[in-house]
């Protein structure tokens, strides 16, 4: 019954039942008001004509003999049971076979009314003969005096019976009129539901996504007029639909690729939302998170309210931010956004070492300074040998002071300066350092040797900077190898060209390998001021190489030797090299 | 499928109709020719002919007046020659004038009088060169033509009011017959006069003279019986009353045939048309009734005509003899109807004999018999009744005419025998003189 089909055919039947009963009623009404009518009009004419003959027998005293005897006929005439009665209401002339009531008194309503000289009538259900019966009086008039009642009635039996077999049929052909327009109603009905119920699986096809407009009903009229415009719907669905998928493609990818981590909560603290990166952070599954997720889930976001620190082998350093979750302008819930502050976190620490060894390496010298320049001031009269030595040693300290804020100034120089670079024959930088170091080697006792093959591809580079680069990783290894060799060679493969420097000294321990290019980090300080190093050599070498493409790799094993591998791309190649780790075998190498 | 549905559709629209039209019109009723026709009970008179007035006064220049014969030649010319009256055509002919009805309004002329109120649409049809609209009055019961020319006079005797109207009319006639009547049944009248103990209208002539007037013999007339009762009913069933009176009846209506011969038929049906308040058209519908149920004898007229709005109507007619109405008791026609139907229906006419013995009987003049101890004079001395008109009549009695005066007062008509002053008779008359 919840087709519209079968509810048309009801509303149809009702309202034609309605009609049916409507008009039976009326129409039964009507017919029995008719039938009533004639009834009455017929005892009516009876009665005024008998009154019209009887008046003569009224003078005024009632002529029995002779109303009896026109009652007699008149009753024949009509067939109809009549009295006569006086002006007081007792029978003066009856129908034969009522001729026993003569004489005596009726005292009915309608007669009554007629002694009051006003016709009257009634209609009385007759036990006797199980029939209803209508009465009707009419007073007679002689010389404008009352003189006497005509009173009579009538059956009702043939209007019941006519009235009885009018309802029988208004009922059977009410009956078959429901039955055919049922029948028929239900084929009208089928023509508006067939449309309408290809509208409604066109709206579920849309609801399950298919906005394909592929309504096909011909028709001029609001059925047709709705399916033309569900299919312009559905086109105009179509659309937004696709522009609502690339959006959400769009912040969808936005979210996944965002490094930032994302969770999402409601005002009760479930899991609305979650993006990849903050499930790989705090190692959940994201559909979990999205089924059955809480804030529960994430404790760290409970405990800190600024800096997380997660637990575990990563060591990651969280910043969490929280913003309301606004919609329709109401707080629906907390956005929590998390940044990875790891790598900021450690190179904030390592500013602060970077400055705080600065302080200490340049307080050092001043100090020193400071200390020679009192200890002259207090005693003018020091030896002049003393003095010599001791402003010899100042003027020592303020050479390692110039040299380090040198190195500084060129650290600082490479980092904002920007890329001027040419083709350069690094053979030649190779050879020009040699020529230039081959004193410091030969004092020392070392032997300095450069291998370096013809036809060595040049690079594009800054060649100061090169020569730097090389002059500092070649007077390394002379600083730090007490005895021995120092053996500088190139070679090109895979499109790189890879600077060799190896010594035989004293080797770097394992642990300092993963610092010694920090800034002013010394393996063995003493050692190192003593040979005059700043300890910004090997992190201004790393940086140049990597200005330029390269880096800096170094094997050294402490008491053995140490390995310095360059490699830089050859003119023409742009890759950036991984730096690979600066464990492995140990070798002799210090900053 | 479309088609399909567009049939379904118009076949249903046509059923309807079809329907429909079965419902409003019935079902078709093959067409079984007409039902024929009834007895024949002569032709139909004009409704001029029967608007006629009931007397004709002659009136001279010492207010003396003749009253002649009606239904006579003198009397046939003088109505022909007012039936051509029309509107005056020098300047003011047109205009109506109206007037109080006193005495001194009868000058030397001729008076048209009615025993009723005669409307101006039934006037119509004697004054035939007249529409109703344009009478002014509604109804009157008077016309005068002075001979002297001046204009002619529409009276309402009952209120007192006259019109005057200036018209053009051959007064040759009128002052040919006023010279020389050439009527042997003229009776010289005079204007009457106040009495002691009643009191006169304007325009009521009395004899001047006791004299004698000639009686006619007269005998009920012959209807054909059986024609009459087919007329009502096709297959009516008869009863037999105690007094002789045969009654024929199909239930609805009556035809009661009395021993002395008179008819009177009743309907018990109640009429359901329109009701006639037009003079005219009651008096149409009274005519093809009459025609149709026993026919119109020649030399008849109305001579009353009940007019109470809202009850039935009545009419009666008399036959004329000797110039005179034959009235009497239940004598005459009368036809009472209910709504458009007649609900009342009685004739018992008597008629001149034509083979008519005529004896001679002294008739007074009313006066005369009012300042008497008659009878007549006794009625009148009670209460100052008032005299609003007086006409000469025969009254049938025991089977012969006695000359009477029939006297309106009031509501009554006394009937008074010319000779003796007897009473014979009096006769309520509900709305309407």
């Keep these: 019954m919840k087709s519209i089909q079968w509810k048309l055919v009801l509303v149809y039947i009702l309202l034609l039942l309605f009609a049916l009963e409507l008009f039976g009623v009326y129409m039964l009404s009507s017919i029995e008001n008719y039938f009533m009518r004639d009834l009455k009009s017929g005892l009516h004419n009876h009665v005024q004509l008998l009154a ?540 | 499928m479309v088609r399909a549905k567009a049939g379904l559709l118009a076949s249903l629209v046509i059923c309807s109709l079809v329907l429909s039209v079965l419902i409003i019109f019935g079902q078709p009723v093959p067409n079984s020719g007409g039902r024929g026709t009834g007895p024949w009970f002569g032709p139909k008179p004009g409704l001029h002919e029967i608007s006629l007035p009931g007397r004709i006064y002659i009136c001279s220049p010492n207010q003396g007046a003749i009253l002649i014969e009606t239904l006579s030649q003198t009397y046939s010319d003088l109505v022909l020659t007012l039936g051509q009256m029309e509107y005056g055509s020098e300047k003011g002919g047109d205009v109506w004038v109206t007037g109080e009805y006193t005495s001194d309004s009868i000058t030397p002329g001729v008076l048209f009088r009615y025993d009723y109120q005669i409307s101006r649409g039934l006037l119509a049809n004697w004054l035939t060169m007249f529409y109703e609209t344009d009478f002014p009055f509604a109804s009157i019961d008077s016309v005068f033509v002075p001979l002297d020319g001046g204009p002619v006079k529409f009276i309402n005797s009952a209120t007192g009011v006259l019109w005057q109207l200036q018209a053009d009319l051959p007064l040759s006639v009128f002052q040919q017959a006023a010279a020389e009547p050439r009527n042997p049944a003229a009776y010289p009248m005079a204007v009457m006069g106040q009495g002691e103990t009643y009191s006169v209208a304007a325009g009521i002539f009395d004899l001047v003279e006791a004299q004698e007037i000639a009686v006619p013999a007269c005998q009920l007339e012959e209807v054909r019986i059986e024609d009459i009762i087919h007329s009502f009913f096709l297959n009516p069933s008869i009863i037999l009353e105690a007094d002789g009176t045969e009654t024929y009846t199909d239930g609805f209506g009556a035809l009661r045939i009395f021993p002395s011969g008179a008819l009177e038929y009743t309907s018990g049906r109640q009429g359901q048309g329109a009701v006639f308040w037009d003079q005219p058209q009651l008096m149409q519908a009274t005519i093809d009734f009459l025609v149709a149920h026993g026919g119109w004898p020649g030399n008849m007229l109305p001579v009353y005509l009940s007019n109470r709005p809202g009850e039935s109507v009545s009419l009666e007619f008399c036959s004329f003899s000797k110039g005179l109405p034959i009235t009497g008791e239940n004598v005459g026609i009368a036809v009472e109807f209910q709504q458009d139907q007649v609900s009342d229906y009685q004739r018992h006419l008597a008629l001149a004999a034509e083979e008519a013995v005529e004896i001679y009987a002294e008739i007074k003049p009313l006066a005369w018999h009012l300042a008497s101890d008659s009878q007549a004079g006794q009625f009148f001395a009670e209460g100052n009744k008032h005299i609003s008109d007086l006409a000469l009549a025969f009254y049938w009695q025991q089977d012969r005419l006695i000359p009477v005066w029939r006297v309106w007062t009031g509501n009554q008509v006394v009937h008074v025998a010319a000779s003796d002053g007897r009473i014979l008779q009096i006769k309520i008359q509900l709305g309407g003189q």
């Design chain 1, 52 to 591: 019209s003959l009887a008046e003569r027998y009224y003078t005024p005293l009632p002529d029995t003999e002779g109303l009896q005897q026109l009652v007699g006929q008149f009753s024949n005439v009509v067939n109809r049971e009549v009295y006569l009665l006086d002006k007081y209401g007792k029978v003066a002339a009856a129908s034969p076979g009522l001729e026993p009531m003569i004489g005596t008194e009726i005292v009915q309503p309608e007669v009554l009314s007629a002694i009051q000289g006003k016709p009257a009538d009634s209609i009385r259900f007759d036990e006797r003969f199980e029939q209803r019966f209508y009465y009707y009086t009419q007073p007679i008039y002689s010389n404008n005096l009352l003189t006497g009642v005509v009173y009579a009635s009538t059956s009702l039996r043939q209007v019941d019976a006519a009235m009885r077999q009018m309802r029988t049929a208004l009922l059977t052909g009410a009956v078959l009129a429901l039955i055919l327009s049922a029948f028929l109603g239900l084929r009208l009905a089928r023509t508006l539901a067939h449309p309408l119920r290809k509208i409604t699986s066109q709206a579920e096809a849309m609801k399950s996504g298919d906005f394909q407009p592929s309504l096909d009903i011909n028709a001029d009229d609001e059925i047709g007029r709705l399916a033309e415009t569900f299919n312009e719907l559905a086109a105009q669905l179509q659309l937004s639909w696709d522009e609502v998928v690339q959006e959400k493609d769009k912040v969808e990818g936005i979210l996944i690729n965002l490094s930032d981590g994302l969770i999402v909560l409601d005002h009760e603290g479930r899991v609305m939302h979650i993006n990849a990166t903050a499930c790989n952070w705090f190692g959940v599954n994201k559909q979990k998170m999205l089924d059955q997720g809480t804030a529960a889930d994430f404790p760290q976001l409970q405990e800190a309210q600024g800096m997380i620190y997660l637990e575990g082998t990563l060591g990651i350093v969280l910043r969490q931010q929280r913003l309301p979750f606004l919609q329709a302008g109401k707080k629906q819930g907390t956005i929590v956004v998390l940044s990875d502050i790891t790598e900021q976190n450690r190179l904030d620490q390592m500013r602060q070492e970077f400055v705080a060894n600065v302080s200490h390496e340049l307080r050092t010298p001043l100090t020193t300074i400071k200390t020679y320049l009192e200890t002259l001031m207090e005693n003018p009269n020091e030896s002049p040998e003393v003095q010599e030595r001791f402003l010899a040693v100042i003027n020592s300290e303020a050479d390692r002071m110039v040299r380090m804020i040198e190195d500084l100034l060129i650290l600082s120089r490479n980092e904002s300066r920007s890329k001027q670079f040419r083709l350069v024959s690094v053979q030649e930088i190779l050879k020009d350092i040699s020529k230039a170091v081959s004193g410091q080697a030969s004092a020392k006792g070392l032997d300095l040797e450069v291998r370096l093959p013809r036809n060595l591809p040049k690079i594009m580079g800054d060649r100061d900077q090169l020569y730097r680069l090389f002059l500092n990783i070649i007077q390394n290894a002379i600083n730090y190898t007490a005895a021995g060799r120092v053996t500088v060679s190139a070679s090109s493969r895979n499109k790189y060209l890879e600077v060799i420097v190896r010594d035989t000294g004293i080797g770097i321990p394992a642990e300092a390998l993963g610092r010694i290019f920090e800034r002013f980090y010394r393996v063995d300080k003493a050692r190192s001021r003593k040979a005059g190093g700043t300890g910004l050599g090997l992190s201004i070498a790393k940086q140049i190489a990597e200005l330029h493409g390269g880096t800096v790799n170094i094997f050294s094993q402490e008491g053995v030797g140490t390995e310095v591998t360059i490699p830089l791309p050859v003119a023409g190649t742009e890759t950036r090299l991984q730096s690979p780790a600066t464990t492995g075998r140990n070798n002799n190498g210090q900053s």
